[in-house]
């Protein structure tokens, strides 16, 4: 996560200059390209309404501006040019199987506006695949898939608290259209389910990338289910704000963090996988790649809503299992630092040079207090267990090691027993006599309310389960 103004791109337009109406009434503006706001968008909460037109099919290259019902039709390949903006309350509905390729040239890139929606509901027969167009595919090629809500967010926007504009320069291509926060915890920004995004991840500019799925204040209105990104560029998976639960998610081979948390996301996260290839890592600037990277905020400050996400039933699969020495950028299993209070259960951590690393005071004080917990985890295969805290008064390795936490230290990766860890053969189920196979705890106050499904086994899978398997993929670039 990078936060980092630069120079304005302007943005052409394919409608006529004026302001377009939709069937209630609501004004949709043209983005201005001298980054004046035209309209109220800036508010912390925009009405998502309810665009009741007929559907009309997509153009081959996806427009700009999408103001109105817009289908991808089954079977068909799609192109993704530039930043397409999804608004007005229309919804972009993507058949299964369908194709979406980005273009490196224009960055391409789908944003939900704060009242735009999308159904992409994939099967895991034939999946919604967005991917690269370039004819070697590699990491960064294309932009990624933004959702952008208004649910709540700590950050502040010209002066307005609970008003933030996405990283990767969507708001600096188009005033307005970039904004997400606002006080709608169950805000709907539509469904996303069997879905993989492949090779995203583009630099907007230098220290300004997009990750592969970006949700900014989105609300618990909204489905996520069956999402795989693959070789992306910067973050997986990133949440800015917002109460957005989402289960079943793969993050694999990317360069960055694979789920990062930031400015008060209070989401509900179950069944979620990872796994890194040794070789690549963020290798810019003072790169870090870890398993989870949580904030608060940039400045790690207590603005509320806090960071409080929790996570359950993860496997996060890091370097150390298929490399002796990884890229030197791999750090953390898990860094939760800038004050968030985020929460893992049923988890398990397996080689990472660093399984957890609680950073700095203020979310060591959070540990302390149990707003952050840490239980039922597995840690493998990680030469150094926990890093070392600040606070003189608090001691992270017994804190980790308490009896009631029921967390477990493995010297060796395999000792995890997954059936496998290869690139291209990867399958995270535990085998007969795995220790993930018991252990799991679900009578903690966190993982009540009904969002987590209970399980005996610790990690995302189940011996014997399938639900990665089908509408995946696990390959070489």
Same mark, same amino acid.
């Given at each position: 996560?990078?936060?980092?103004?630069?120079?304005?791109?302007?943005?052409?337009?394919?409608?006529?200059?004026?302001?377009?109406?939709?069937?209630?009434?609501?004004?949709?503006?043209?983005?201005?390209?001298?980054?004046?706001?035209?309209?109220?968008?800036?508010?912390?909460?925009?009405?998502?309404?309810?665009?009741?037109?007929?559907?009309?099919?997509?153009?081959?290259?996806?427009?700009?501006?999408?103001?109105?019902?817009?289908?991808?039709?089954?079977?068909?390949?799609?192109?993704?040019?530039?930043?397409?903006?999804?608004?007005?309350?229309?919804?972009?509905?993507?058949?299964?199987?369908?194709?979406?390729?980005?273009?490196?040239?224009?960055?391409?890139?789908?944003?939900?506006?704060?009242?735009?929606?999308?159904?992409?509901?994939?099967?895991?027969?034939?999946?919604?695949?967005?991917?690269?167009?370039?004819?070697?595919?590699?990491?960064?090629?294309?932009?990624?898939?933004?959702?952008?809500?208004?649910?709540?967010?700590?950050?502040?926007?010209?002066?307005?608290? +609970?008003?933030?504009?996405?990283?990767?320069?969507?708001?600096?291509?188009?005033?307005?259209?970039?904004?997400?926060?606002?006080?709608?915890?169950?805000?709907?920004?539509?469904?996303?389910?069997?879905?993989?995004?492949?090779?995203? +991840?583009?630099?907007?500019?230098?220290?300004?990338?997009?990750? +592969?799925?970006?949700? +900014?204040?989105?609300?618990?209105?909204?489905?996520?289910?069956?999402?795989?990104?693959?070789?992306?560029?910067?973050?997986?998976?990133?949440?800015?704000?917002?109460?957005?639960?989402?289960?079943?998610?793969?993050?694999?081979?990317?360069?960055?963090?694979?789920?990062?948390?930031?400015?008060?996301?209070?989401?509900?996260?179950?069944?979620?996988?990872?796994?890194?290839?040794?070789?690549?890592?963020?290798?810019?600037?003072?790169?870090?790649?870890?398993?989870?990277?949580?904030?608060?905020?940039?400045?790690?400050?207590?603005?509320?809503?806090?960071?409080?996400?929790?996570?359950?039933?993860?496997?996060?699969?890091?370097?150390?299992?298929?490399?002796?020495?990884?890229?030197?950028?791999?750090?953390?299993?898990?860094?939760?630092?800038?004050?968030?209070?985020?929460?893992?259960?049923?988890?398990?951590?397996?080689?990472?040079?660093?399984?957890?690393?609680?950073?700095?005071?203020?979310?060591?004080?959070?540990?302390?207090?149990?707003?952050?917990?840490?239980?039922?985890?597995?840690?493998?295969?990680?030469?150094?267990?926990?890093?070392?805290?600040?606070?003189?008064?608090?001691?992270?390795?017994?804190?980790?090691?308490?009896?009631?936490?029921?967390?477990?230290?493995?010297?060796?990766?395999?000792?995890?027993?997954?059936?496998?860890?290869?690139?291209?053969?990867?399958?995270?189920?535990?085998?007969?006599?795995?220790?993930?196979?018991?252990?799991?705890?679900?009578?903690?106050?966190?993982?009540?309310?009904?969002?987590?499904?209970?399980?005996?086994?610790?990690?995302?899978?189940?011996?014997?389960?399938?639900?990665?398997?089908?509408?995946?993929?696990?390959?070489?670039?």
């Amino acid at each position: 996560m990078k936060k980092i103004l630069f120079p304005l791109m302007f943005l052409s337009v394919v409608i006529a200059s004026c302001s377009k109406s939709d069937d209630n009434g609501n004004t949709t503006p043209t983005p201005n390209p001298n980054g004046n706001t035209t309209t109220d968008m800036t508010k912390a909460t925009v009405e998502r309404t309810t665009n009741n037109s007929e559907y009309q099919e997509a153009p081959a290259t996806l427009p700009k501006l999408i103001t109105s019902n817009t289908v991808l039709k089954k079977g068909k390949v799609y192109i993704l040019a530039e930043f397409t903006f999804v608004l007005n309350g229309a919804t972009i509905k993507i058949e299964p199987g369908v194709t979406i390729k980005g273009l490196k040239s224009g960055k391409g890139t789908l944003i939900i506006t704060r009242n735009g929606k999308i159904d992409a509901q994939g099967t895991a027969a034939e999946p919604i695949v967005f991917t690269s167009n370039e004819a070697t595919p590699n990491s960064g090629d294309w932009g990624g898939v933004i959702l952008l809500g208004n649910a709540l967010t700590n950050g502040v926007k010209d002066g307005i608290a +609970g008003l933030q504009a996405i990283e990767g320069g969507v708001n600096e291509t188009a005033t307005g259209y970039g904004l997400h926060g606002g006080k709608k915890s169950d805000d709907n920004s539509g469904i996303m389910k069997y879905v993989r995004i492949e090779y995203p +991840g583009i630099a907007f500019a230098t220290n300004d990338e997009i990750n +592969g799925l970006t949700f +900014g204040s989105v609300g618990s209105g909204t489905t996520i289910d069956y999402v795989q990104v693959s070789h992306s560029g910067d973050d997986s998976f990133e949440w800015f704000g917002g109460s957005v639960n989402c289960k079943h998610l793969i993050a694999y081979r990317g360069t960055d963090d694979d789920f990062d948390t930031d400015n008060g996301f209070s989401g509900k996260i179950q069944f979620g996988i990872s796994l890194r290839d040794a070789a690549i890592a963020d290798f810019g600037p003072s790169g870090a790649s870890n398993g989870f990277e949580s904030d608060n905020d940039a400045d790690g400050s207590e603005k509320t809503p806090q960071t409080s996400a929790v996570f359950s039933n993860m496997t996060i699969v890091g370097p150390l299992v298929n490399a002796a020495k990884p890229a030197d950028p791999f750090k953390r299993g898990a860094h939760i630092r800038r004050n968030s209070s985020l929460s893992v259960f049923n988890s398990v951590f397996i080689g990472w040079p660093v399984g957890l690393f609680i950073d700095g005071t203020g979310s060591e004080s959070l540990a302390a207090s149990t707003a952050l917990q840490y239980k039922n985890n597995v840690i493998a295969g990680c030469p150094t267990v926990i890093t070392p805290g600040k606070n003189e008064n608090f001691n992270l390795l017994t804190w980790l090691n308490t009896a009631v936490f029921a967390n477990r230290i493995l010297v060796n990766s395999n000792e995890a027993l997954l059936t496998n860890t290869g690139y291209t053969t990867f399958d995270p189920t535990p085998a007969t006599g795995s220790p993930l196979l018991t252990g799991a705890d679900f009578t903690k106050d966190k993982l009540s309310g009904g969002a987590f499904t209970t399980t005996t086994y610790v990690g995302a899978a189940a011996a014997g389960d399938t639900w990665f398997k089908g509408w995946t993929k696990f390959a070489n670039k």
